[in-house]
C-alpha cells in the first residue's frame, strides 16, 4: 500500500509550463505503475498520462499529446509531469495513482489502486 502526493500545481498563464510530482514515501512506489488523470468542474475524470514502474512504456491522453511528458526517477521514488504550452481548458485538479500489477500503466482510471489528493492547475488566458 502507498500514499501518493502530489505538487507543483498553480497559477501559470497560456503558453507556460509546469512540472508536476507524485511522489510517495513508501518504497514499493517504485515498483508500480502510475498514471495521471485530471478533472475539470462539471467534468468527467479525464486520463492524462502513464508510465510503467521501469519508466519504459509511456501512454498520453489524445489531447495532452506533443505537450505533456512523464518520467520518474525511481532514485527518487518520484514520477513527474512536464506540462508545456498550457491552454485554458488545462485548467483541472490534476491527481495522480499508483497500479501494483507488473502490467501496469493503464488509461482506465479504476485499474488505480492508490490516490492522491490532487494538485490545482489554473491557466489563465
Known amino acids: 500500500q502507498v500514499q501518493p502526493v502530489e505538487s507543483g500545481g498553480g497559477l501559470v498563464q497560456v503558453g507556460g509550463s509546469l512540472r508536476l510530482s507524485c511522489t510517495a514515501s513508501?518504497?514499493?512506489?517504485?515498483?508500480?505503475?502510475v498514471g495521471w488523470f485530471r478533472q475539470a468542474p462539471g467534468k468527467e475524470r479525464e486520463f492524462v498520462a502513464a508510465?510503467?514502474?521501469?519508466?519504459?512504456?509511456?501512454y498520453y491522453g489524445d489531447s495532452v499529446k506533443g505537450r505533456f511528458t512523464i518520467s520518474r526517477d525511481n532514485g527518487r521514488n518520484t514520477v513527474y509531469l512536464q506540462i508545456d504550452s498550457l491552454k485554458p481548458e488545462d485548467t483541472a485538479v490534476y491527481s495522480c495513482a499508483a497500479d501494483p500489477r507488473p502490467i501496469g500503466a493503464s488509461t482506465v482510471d479504476e485499474e488505480y489502486d492508490y490516490w492522491g489528493q490532487g494538485t490545482q492547475v489554473t491557466v489563465s488566458s
Open positions: 508510465i510503467s514502474w521501469n519508466g519504459r512504456r509511456t
Open positions: 513508501e518504497r514499493t512506489f517504485s515498483t508500480y505503475a
